[in-house]
């Protein structure tokens, strides 16, 4: 089953639709229990936190698009 999630992307142009992409994850400890966060490699887009009972299982995932909306670039990737 695919996931869709989102990242935020800084700079224009680092990926566009259709491209593979690799992510890292990453662990948070917070007040709200423990939350995870993925980065797109090498450093080029990163998601939002995630509580852990939505942990993604596969850190391979496909661009569906990129919105550009006032300088900020939302990168939207269906997870494998």
């Known amino acids: ?22 992510m890292s994850e990453s662990r ?5 229990g423990t939350m995870y966060y993925y980065t797109i ?7 939002d936190n995630i509580p852990a009972a939505r942990r993604l299982t596969s850190l391979k995932a496909t661009v569906k698009e990129v ?3 006032n300088s900020v670039f939302t990168v939207v990737a269906y997870c494998e």
């Open 1 to 22: 089953m695919q996931r869709e999630i989102s990242f935020r992307m800084e700079r224009p142009n680092l990926l566009k639709e259709g491209d593979e992409v690799e």
């Open 67 to 69: 919105i550009e909306a």
């Open 28 to 32: 948070l400890n917070t007040l709200a």
């Open 41 to 47: 490699e090498p450093a080029l887009a990163m998601s």
